[in-house]
């Protein structure tokens, strides 16, 4: 069963780079067809699809964060990585890391699949900037 853990910093400052690391285990990044998604939960609002990278490197952002946000993988350590650059207290919120299925059985303009969808999910790190 495949297992997804957060980690960085809870607290960052405005206009820093937020720095999150999700660590995989029982199971590859690499692995086909699986998407690896950051997704973030502001206080009192919905679930926000931040971007993903593919099991074979590709990225994709949500196009709103798009000029924020950078994804990148280290498949040595089985690892992916998101930063967000230029955080304003509006990027508090509680990011997820987690495992989207769809490629397996979709296919066309990845925008980040249904959330509902996805099988496995992190336990979630809160962060917060200060102002």
């Known amino acids: 069963q495949v297992q997804l853990q957060e980690s960085g910093p809870g607290l960052v400052k405005a206009s820093q780079t937020l720095s999150l690391t999700c660590t995989v285990s029982g199971g590859s990044i690499t692995s086909k067809y699986y998407y690896w998604s950051w997704v973030r939960r502001p206080p009192g609002k919905g679930s926000e699809w931040m971007g993903a990278?593919?099991?074979?490197?590709?990225?994709y952002y949500d196009p709103s964060l798009k000029s924020r946000t950078s994804i990148s993988r280290d498949t040595s350590k089985n690892q992916f990585t998101l930063q967000l650059s230029s955080v304003t207290p509006e990027d508090t919120a509680v990011y997820y890391c987690?495992?989207?299925?769809?490629?397996?059985?979709?296919?066309?303009?990845?925008?980040?699949?249904?959330?509902?969808?996805?099988?496995?999910w992190g336990q979630g790190t809160q962060v917060t900037v200060s102002s």
């Open positions: 987690a495992r989207d299925p769809s490629r397996f059985y979709t296919d066309g303009p990845y925008n980040g699949g249904i959330l509902a969808e996805y099988d496995s």
């Open positions: 990278i593919s099991y074979d490197g590709n990225t």
